[in-house]
């Protein structure tokens, strides 16, 4: 993968946008893959901010959500549906009909993955799929031990990442057990992978992604499966980088 160290989250944010606001000028219906959380926060927010500077026309552009819980009520705030609604659809103007996310209207949860899948492929693949990283490895909600082929499917949320994903919750009972996420084998057959992390508490995860060996005990080390992945970090998130 090429690495990058960034000063900051807003720099990071500015180089990933200008590739995705390049890439939807050259072709219009680009498919984009969206992480949520708070990394990939700087990016839609430089995007949304070169979409309207430019004046550039993003009716076409569809979009992929990573990642869903599973369990939680229809329209809850903190649903990846919501999120990416609120901090993607409506910043950048997106035509809401375009923006996937795994799981919804199923009707089926057996289905739902392979449903997802289909979808992905219809649309012909993704075009470029921005990713964040869990301190436990993950990506996507693909936890340590998930298959490096594995496709969209349902699973369960490892005990740290509900602790870290409670913050955006008011109990930490309330964070769901279950989630349907992308598989890695869908995440690697994004045609550009960005992977973008910060922060101190990231740095273990990336050092394991990026040096350590290719291993479904972490996740992240998929990227080093891929031809065109582009890693963002900052100081803190490079300290354990050799
Ligand atoms: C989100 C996702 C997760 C997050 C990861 C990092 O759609 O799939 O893998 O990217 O948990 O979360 P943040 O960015 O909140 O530190």
């Given at each position: 993968?090429?690495v990058?160290?960034?000063?900051s989250?807003?720099?990071?944010?500015?180089?990933?946008?200008?590739?995705?606001a390049?890439?939807?000028?050259?072709?219009?219906?680009?498919?984009?893959?969206?992480?949520?959380?708070s990394?990939?926060?700087?990016?839609?927010?430089?995007?949304?901010?070169?979409i309207?500077?430019?004046?550039?026309?993003?009716?076409g552009?569809?979009?992929?959500?990573?990642?869903?819980?599973?369990?939680?009520p229809?329209?809850?705030?903190?649903?990846?549906?919501?999120?990416?609604?609120?901090?993607?659809?409506?910043?950048?103007?997106?035509?809401?009909?375009?923006?996937?996310?795994?799981?919804?209207?199923?009707?089926?949860?057996?289905?739902?993955?392979?449903?997802?899948?289909?979808?992905?492929?219809?649309?012909?693949?993704?075009?470029?799929?921005?990713?964040?990283?869990?301190?436990?490895?993950?990506?996507?909600?693909?936890?340590?031990?998930?298959?490096?082929a594995?496709?969209?499917?349902?699973?369960?949320?490892?005990?740290?990442?509900?602790?870290?994903?409670?913050?955006?919750?008011?109990?930490p009972?309330?964070?769901?057990?279950h989630?349907?996420?992308?598989?890695?084998?869908?995440?690697?057959?994004?045609?550009?992978?960005?992977?973008?992390?910060?922060?101190?508490?990231?740095?273990?995860?990336?050092?394991?992604?990026?040096?350590?060996?290719?291993?479904?005990?972490?996740?992240?080390?998929?990227?080093?499966?891929?031809?065109?992945?582009?890693?963002?970090?900052?100081?803190?998130?490079?300290?354990?980088?050799?």
């Open positions: 993968a090429e990058l160290i960034v000063r989250q807003e720099e990071a944010g500015s180089i990933v946008a200008r590739s995705i390049d890439l939807i000028v050259s072709r219009p219906d680009a498919v984009l893959g969206l992480a949520t959380g990394t990939p926060l700087a990016v839609y927010a430089a995007l949304a901010q070169i309207e500077a430019e004046g550039i026309d993003v009716s552009v569809r979009g992929f959500a990573l990642d869903e819980y599973v369990g939680l229809q329209g809850h705030p903190e649903s990846y549906r919501a999120v990416i609604t609120r901090e993607v659809v409506e910043p950048l103007g997106l035509d809401p009909a375009k923006v996937l996310v795994p799981g919804e209207n199923a009707t089926s949860i057996q289905t739902a993955g392979e449903d997802y899948e289909a979808a992905i492929a219809a649309a012909g693949g993704v075009d470029v799929q921005i990713l964040g990283i869990g301190r436990t490895g993950h990506i996507g909600f693909n936890e340590p031990g998930s298959s490096l594995s496709h969209t499917r349902v699973k369960t949320l490892a005990e740290a990442t509900k602790r870290d994903n409670a913050r955006f919750f008011d109990s009972d309330d964070v769901p057990i989630c349907i996420t992308q598989g890695i084998g869908t995440i690697l057959r994004a045609r550009h992978l960005f992977l973008l992390a910060f922060g101190a508490a990231k740095a273990e995860a990336i050092a394991a992604a990026l040096e350590g060996p290719v291993s479904a005990s972490s996740p992240g080390s998929a990227v080093q499966l891929h031809p065109h992945a582009t890693v963002l970090v900052d100081e803190d998130a490079a300290t354990d980088l050799r």
